[in-house]
Every structure is written in structure tokens, then in C-alpha cells.
């Protein structure tokens, strides 16, 4: 049972690199989200998706894009990266009604120089 | 808008020792309020959530919704316990957002 996959584990970007940070969930959950984890700040949310095709922004979307082609996947792009997204990213999962039980990934971390 | 508050960055206490980890909210409704839980290289998972007024690991929580509160507490603390604990807070019914607080590291010390 592999849950919630995310990939990379660890990043280094330089400023202004693209990349795209993959999640994916084998357990049918129609609710996936990003959060990001900065000390200090906790985890704020920054994209989320209620099922393929539907997403929305979170608290901090700036910076960052998504979209959901199908249930499993819900990748992260970082279409321009600055070194305040240096951070740690976690995806997360929930059957839906609602994103109350969230599985989560074990994050990647990113560090952009 | 909704907002979690988690005051304390860190709180040490000793084996044996009663435990609170404050969490306030702000929300005009009534809010569902879960604790969330990460040990050290684990990943973060769900402890509670008030709804089911359950109690895991030997935590409970209260919601009062006259102080807008919902503080995690345990009696006795033991070693295990020491982990990053995590408020938040969705609205009710089927809305997409669960905001967390800032975080609380429980430090459990033998």
C-alpha cells in the first residue's frame, strides 16, 4: 500500500529554474492538496483539488501552478523559482466529502539558491 | 477568514508531567477542528478530531466555542509523545481548505 508518493525527495534549483513536483495517491481520494511547511509559519496550503479537472488556490498560490488530469496525480510547477520557496512541500490526500483525514507524502525538500 | 493560532513554538515538559497545547481559532461559524500529529521521521498524520470526541494516545480535546479554543491535552506525558503537533480547522460541510496552525514541538524529557 503506497498511499501518498511524492518525488523528488530533495531538489536544488537555481533562481529562475522551472520544475515540477510530482504527487501521486493509489487510494481513490477525490480531494488532493500542497501544502508547504516553513519554520515558524506551519503548513499553509497552497493549491488544492476537489477531483480531476477542479482546482483551486489555497492561501499562498503565487508562484506556483497545478492541475488534475486524472485521480491519482496532482503535480506541483514551479514555473520560475525564487528563494522564497525554498521549503519543504507535502502533498496530501482525503476521500471526499471533505479534506478532514489527510494521508500525507513524506515531502520534498527544496532549496533554490 | 479563518485563522489558527498555536501560541507556543515549543513546550518542554518532563515524563510523567500533564500536557496542554493551546490552539485558538477564529471562524464567525462552527468550525470542524482536527490535531494533527508529526513524529520525527514519520509523516504527519491525524491524532483527533473533535467531531468524534474520541481519545488517542491518551489525548483529548475540548472545542469551546465561547473562547474559541481547542487545546490538546494529555494527563501524563510520556518519551513517545515528543513530536510536532499541528491545529486546523475546516469549515463545515464540503469546502475544500484545512488550515493549519503554526506548530507546537512537544518536547517530552525522561
Known amino acids: 500500500n503506497a498511499g501518498v508518493t511524492q518525488t523528488p525527495k530533495f531538489q536544488v534549483l537555481k533562481t529562475g529554474q522551472s520544475m515540477t513536483l510530482q504527487c501521486a495517491q493509489d487510494?481513490?481520494?477525490?480531494?488532493m492538496s500542497w501544502y508547504r511547511q516553513d519554520p515558524g509559519m506551519g503548513l499553509r496550503l497552497i493549491h488544492y483539488?476537489?477531483?480531476?479537472?477542479?482546482?483551486d488556490q489555497g492561501e499562498v498560490p503565487n508562484g506556483y501552478n497545478v492541475s488534475r488530469s486524472t485521480t491519482e496525480d496532482f503535480p506541483l510547477r514551479l514555473l520560475s523559482a525564487a528563494p522564497s520557496q525554498t521549503s519543504v512541500y507535502f502533498c496530501?490526500?482525503?476521500?471526499?466529502?471533505?479534506?478532514?483525514?489527510?494521508?500525507f507524502g513524506s515531502g520534498t525538500q527544496l532549496s533554490v539558491l | 477568514a479563518q485563522r489558527v493560532t498555536q501560541p507556543e513554538k515549543l513546550l518542554s515538559v518532563f515524563k510523567g508531567a500533564p500536557v496542554e497545547l493551546k490552539c485558538n481559532y477564529s471562524y464567525s461559524g462552527s468550525p470542524e477542528l482536527f490535531w494533527y500529529v508529526q513524529y520525527s521521521r514519520q509523516r504527519l498524520q491525524l491524532l483527533l478530531r473533535?467531531?468524534s470526541r474520541e481519545s488517542i494516545k491518551g489525548f483529548t480535546a475540548d472545542l469551546n466555542k465561547g473562547e474559541t479554543s481547542f487545546h490538546l491535552k494529555k494527563p501524563f506525558a510520556q518519551e513517545e509523545d515528543s513530536a510536532m503537533y499541528y491545529c486546523a480547522l475546516k469549515r463545515p460541510g464540503n469546502t475544500g481548505k484545512l488550515i493549519f496552525g503554526q506548530g507546537t514541538t512537544l518536547q517530552v524529557k525522561p
Open positions: 487510494m481513490n481520494h477525490e480531494y
Open positions: 483539488s476537489v477531483g480531476a479537472g477542479i482546482t
Open positions: 473533535h467531531i
Open positions: 496530501a490526500s482525503s476521500s471526499w466529502a471533505g479534506p478532514k483525514k489527510l494521508f
